[in-house]
């Protein structure tokens, strides 16, 4: 909470406490004052201390509830106001260096080999500005509820495999490789996974050295599908472990990040299992980097 905010919330809280243990003073100053026979001052003094206890306990409550409420919802606002000026530079930053890409082929009318290069690079910023209008686009439908899983069978071996072509495709520098899949038939939404996974396989790049390594490894029982992602990259503090999958959280501080991202990759995942009956999981992998384990309900 603001400064002021947080100084009128307890000053008004003390003075109500005040107020009230000053009024049942008085109230058995008035029963003593009365003249009637101890054994009724005694009954009245009880009763009104037991009541004004109990009402202190709930008012106590009742104010550590509003405090934690307002405090979630400034801490909501904050992550909201960053958001924004993230997802603003992301956008800019993509459009401007297709921009600049553009404006190279058509003034300088490069060499083919040169040409290529620039229009992979073009391609490239604009898949990233394609996942995150996706994200923004996903975080809102899972908030108005506008999206079910539709389940299709498919082989996870295929699934994970075809994913990984994709990924090196996309991060060049880095080794991304499936483990183990058993070419079991599943049933999932294979939008949904597939953008939970890239969610992930992203961070997992984002946050790892420039030759990330990235491992993807599966299980299956009867009726559950185990994924494990796994990165070598700087891993998660601890106190920030238990807000990572809330909506707008990055991790580490605001004003010295480096990394690109709107805080929403996670979200999307943890909202998307949730939607499937599934769940996710985080743990840190020793010594260093990241894992995150993946339970689908199939």
């Known amino acids: ?90 956008l800019k930053t993509p459009i401007a260096a297709n921009k600049l890409y553009l404006q190279t082929i058509q003034k300088r009318n490069p060499d083919e080999e040169m040409r290529d290069d620039l229009l992979k690079k073009a391609l490239k910023e604009n898949q990233r500005l394609e996942q995150l209008i996706d994200n923004i686009l996903n975080a809102a439908r899972v908030e108005n509820r506008a999206l079910q899983p539709i389940k299709e069978a498919i082989d996870l071996t295929h699934f994970l495999n075809g994913l990984v072509v994709q990924y090196r ?12 899949a058993p070419h ?25 050295s420039e030759n990330a390594l990235v491992k993807i490894d599966a299980s299956i029982t009867e009726n559950q599908v185990f994924i494990t992602l796994s990165d070598f990259g700087i891993g998660i503090k601890p106190e920030e472990q238990a807000s990572i999958f809330s909506k707008f959280y990055r991790v580490g501080n605001e004003e010295t990040r480096t990394q690109k991202g709107s805080g929403l990759g996670l979200f999307i995942a943890h909202e998307f299992l949730k939607l499937h009956g599934g769940s996710i999981l985080y743990k840190q992998n020793l010594p260093t980097g990241s894992i995150f384990q993946l339970t689908i309900p199939v």
């Not at 101890?38 to 106590?60: C, D, P």
């Not at 939404?189 to 790049?205: K, P, Q």
């Open 184 to 208: 079991k038939t599943i049933h999932i939404d294979i939008f949904m996974i597939e953008t939970v996974l890239s969610n992930l396989v992203d961070n997992a790049v984002k946050y790892s």
């Open 1 to 90: 909470m603001k400064k002021q905010t947080t100084f009128f919330f307890y000053a008004l809280s003390i003075y109500v406490i005040l107020q009230f243990v000053w009024w049942g003073y008085h109230l058995i100053e008035l029963t003593k004052a009365t003249g009637e026979t101890s054994t009724l001052i005694n009954k009245r003094m009880t009763m009104v201390v037991g009541e004004g206890a109990v009402f202190i306990v709930l008012l106590l409550v009742g104010l550590w509830r509003i405090r934690a409420s307002v405090r979630k919802e400034f801490e909501l606002s904050q992550r909201q106001n960053n958001f924004l000026l993230s997802v603003t530079h992301e």
């Open 169 to 180: 495709k996309r991060y060049p520098h880095s080794t991304i490789e499936v483990i183990h």
